[in-house]
């Protein structure tokens, strides 16, 4: 995957963990039911998955480091999708403000995961 992949996918792990923490703390907006939010996430909660694999398998036939670089990010931002999704649900049947911000902080041990994995270059095309 590479450092700098890895170090991006670590870096939103940061960003994920601060702002849901700040949304829990009470500073800054609380989720809002939106409609619209919730068909686009779920649009993008199917589509992701089918793309970020259709994405992996293009890179190791390429021997694309970039494209499978990519691949893995596309994978975990599907995972994001899906738990934003289940936030988004969560808030807007039961008015569980904090449903979000705890469904983002649900992606973060696989985000840090893979980006130390592509920090490492466990994702490599040698391995």
Known sequence: MGRIAGALLLGLSVYIVVD??????GFGPEAHESRVG?????????????????????ATALGSGALRADAYETITCSWLSLTTFAG??????????????VAALAIVPLAVREGLEGWRGEHDESN
């Open 20 to 25: 849901a923490g700040r949304r829990l703390l």
């Open 38 to 58: 919730m068909v686009v996430t779920a649009i993008s909660a199917v589509v992701m998955p089918f793309l970020g694999w259709a994405k992996l398998r293009t």
């Open 88 to 101: 988004l649900i969560l808030n807007a049947a039961f008015g569980w403000w904090w449903a979000d911000p």
